[in-house]
């Protein structure tokens, strides 16, 4: 019943980030340009999402926010060609679990008017309402983990540091985003609404980071470009869909990073965002793999690093933790080594 779904909705929906993640994921799904995240409370109060994209259809209001209700996967074969983030349908319905969660969405035939969606914790949609609105859609978390009390404390606790996580999230989420504006604003107590940061909508992921980190930091880079080919370190898993026969071990690395300088100025890690095929993802050895290039090279300060892998979607699994941030590379050590040589 609820108690088995609120439990494995909190392995869905573990903070900030991945409330921050699944919402900005649909928003990007749906073709939005426009992309606001407004936090209250650095999140603890409302954590809401506003896009400018297709708009939910009338006929989906019943089911958008049911576990397994997806409307993006229309056969089992699609997995392998997949162009959208989502695919599983349990976002929706976990946040529903997790909060007061709803949705205000107007497809474009039917702006001014739009309809708010209101849950229940099942996910069933509780009533519909008609209220002004634009098109697109604004989905709305209000209160998360409220009803995990030991979590909700323990996110309390460490507030400061989950909304740093989630803020530098979305950073990675603006830069890669070429041709959408982002903004991020806050709300804590008297200072409201207040602009973290914003992209203009930019062409290129370059004039992204210069919006989110300023032209100085721009001025220190220089590309990332580099063709990989790695030996497999074991035998390939075949994934079996799509037929499979075998995967390419080559690798393209495209992307920005901070010109090594002998002993001058201090970058944080904060500032080094990895990407696997354009989706924002944590690759913690590979990440170390560039740090160590850079004290090698005698450089005392860790580098910015904006990087996109791009392989195919054979040589990684996406489905390895319910929360969809930890990809697993099947060939790390291989493609590690080869990296450090050619960096
Ligand atoms: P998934 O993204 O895996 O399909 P979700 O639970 O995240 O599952 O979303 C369920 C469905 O709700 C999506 O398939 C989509 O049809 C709809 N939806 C969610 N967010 C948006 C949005 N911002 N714009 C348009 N449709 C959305
Ligand atoms: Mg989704």
Redesign the pocket.
Known sequence: GILVHQIQSGQVIVDLCSVAK?LV???L??GATTIEVRFKNNGLDLIEVQ?N????SPE?YEN??LKH????LSSFDDLSSLH??????????SLCALADFHIT?AQANQVPRANRLDFEISGKLRKTQIVAGQKG?T?SVEGIFKRLPVRRRELEKNIKREYGKVLNLLHAYACISAGVKFSVRNTVGKTKNVVVFSTNGNRTTKENIANVYGAKTLSALIPLDLELEFEPSAPMRCSGVGGGDGQSNQLVVRGHISRPVFGEGRQTPDRQMFFVNSRPCGLPQIAKAFNEVYKSFNVSQSPFIFADFQMDTNAYDVNVSPDKRTILLHDAAALIESLKTSL
């Open positions: 699944e994921e649909n928003s799904d749906a896009d994209g297709s708009g939910i989906n958008v926010a209700y997806t409307s993006k959208t983030f989502g695919f599983r349908g349990e976002a929706l319905s969405t859609t989905a």
